[in-house]
């Protein structure tokens, strides 16, 4: 649909929203205490891969342009691959909306609303994403383009703000605990970049898709950027990063920042922007799910769908009783799930899509 075509800019700032709001809740940390001192070599390491893998979803895309994953699963395995994927993609975005919500909505609870059920701070967030729902994907895509710069600003302003407070001692020993768990049992860290699903269903959305490469490529190298940022500004700024607030890490670094007697407790404005680009991400991560339940379904609209899929996400937000429960899914679960469903599953899809496009193309030639 024409309204839904979106351009070359707007598609790389939705795939680098997406990785933006996991780094905003618990993901520096979580990076941190796999490779510890040698978190930026391994994120540098990292960053190569999801370069190239990167690459890979363009070169694999080529002879699919204008089709998304599960169009490609359809052509692959006929309506029955065609729904077991749309379904896994659903279940994945909808849970990974659900977990990274409930992480973010215990931080605000910690800090500004400790006698607040968490339903209710959930439920705020919920209502906003229901109301987005209900407006054309090109509107909260506009949202997007003006809201991502802003976070980024103030991450490179909370990089340089804390300057003074950077020991660059702690990136010593530079290979961490050895080069097996920097370069060999690191690699599990590409989960960062676990936002590059994006990629898998934005080409049917573009209005130039034959600038896949630049948006694969871009998007990636833009978040490296920012990755490298977030982790070395925890990184450089606390001793033990256990002490360090699990949840929002990045808040914890805001509140050190001071600039005079006036400018003071500029964590709430961080805290402020920060809200809103979760509210970008669930809005992206709510409509793709829509999108691959109308593909697997053919409804014609999606506005009945504007209120059944937040009220999904905010089951899922739920579900984890404890305050840990939740972390040990959003540190430990969703990394296996990234693997398994982003680079895993889905380039095994588009490989044996494109083994059976070459054959079909011997066919013919030998046939003619």
């Known amino acids: 649909m024409p309204d839904l075509k979106i351009t070359t800019k707007q598609a790389i ?27 930026i070599l391994n994120l540098i390491y990292v960053s190569i891969l999801a370069l190239i893998l990167a690459y890979l979803i363009y070169q694999l895309f080529k002879k699919f342009q204008g089709q998304d994953i599960i169009d490609v699963s359809e052509y692959l395995g006929g309506p029955f691959l065609k729904n077991i994927i749309g379904i896994i993609f659903i279940v994945y975005f909808l849970s990974s909306s659900g977990i990274l919500l ?7 609870k910690v800090i500004y609303f400790p006698n607040t059920n968490i339903a209710f701070i959930i439920l705020a967030f919920i209502v906003t994403l229901c109301y987005t729902n209900t407006l054309h994907f090109s509107s ?34 530079i290979l961490g605990d050895g080069i097996y768990n920097t370069f060999i049992y690191g690699i599990g860290n590409i989960v960062a970049f676990g936002g590059i699903s994006c ?21 990636v190298l833009v978040c490296v950027f920012y990755l490298l940022l977030c ?25 050190y920042i ?67 429960d939740s972390r040990f899914i959003g540190d430990t679960v969703y990394k296996y799930i990234i693997l398994a469903v982003v680079f895993l599953l889905s380039f095994a899809i588009l490989i044996f899509a494109n083994i059976r496009k070459k ?9 003619n």
């Open 13 to 39: 700032m939705l795939v680098v929203t997406v990785i933006v709001s996991h780094t905003i809740v618990t993901l520096p940390t979580t990076l941190l205490k796999e490779t510890k001192s040698a978190t």
């Open 102 to 108: 409930r992480n973010f909505a215990e931080g605000l």
């Open 140 to 173: 909260n895509v506009k949202a997007v383009s003006i809201i991502l710069p802003i976070v980024i600003i103030s991450i490179i302003f909370l990089f340089i703000g804390n300057i003074q407070n950077f020991s660059f001692q702690r990136a010593l020993p």
């Open 199 to 219: 990629l898998y269903f934005i080409p049917p959305l573009l209005k130039e898709p034959e600038k896949m490469k630049k948006i694969a490529i871009t998007s």
């Open 231 to 255: 982790t070395s500004t925890i990184l450089f700024m606390f001793s033990f990063f256990d002490t360090v607030d699990e949840i929002l890490p990045l808040y914890t670094a805001a509140s």
């Open 258 to 324: 001071e600039f005079g007697t006036f400018f003071q407790r500029l964590d709430a404005i961080f805290l402020l922007i920060w809200v809103l680009e979760i509210c970008c991400y669930l809005s992206i991560a709510c409509h793709f799910s829509m999108f691959a339940f109308k593909k697997i379904t053919k409804i014609k609209y999606l506005k009945p769908l504007a209120f059944i899929f937040p009220l999904f996400i905010f089951g899922i937000a739920l579900l984890p009783k404890t305050i840990a």
């Open 359 to 367: 054959k079909e193309g011997v066919q013919n030639q030998e046939q």
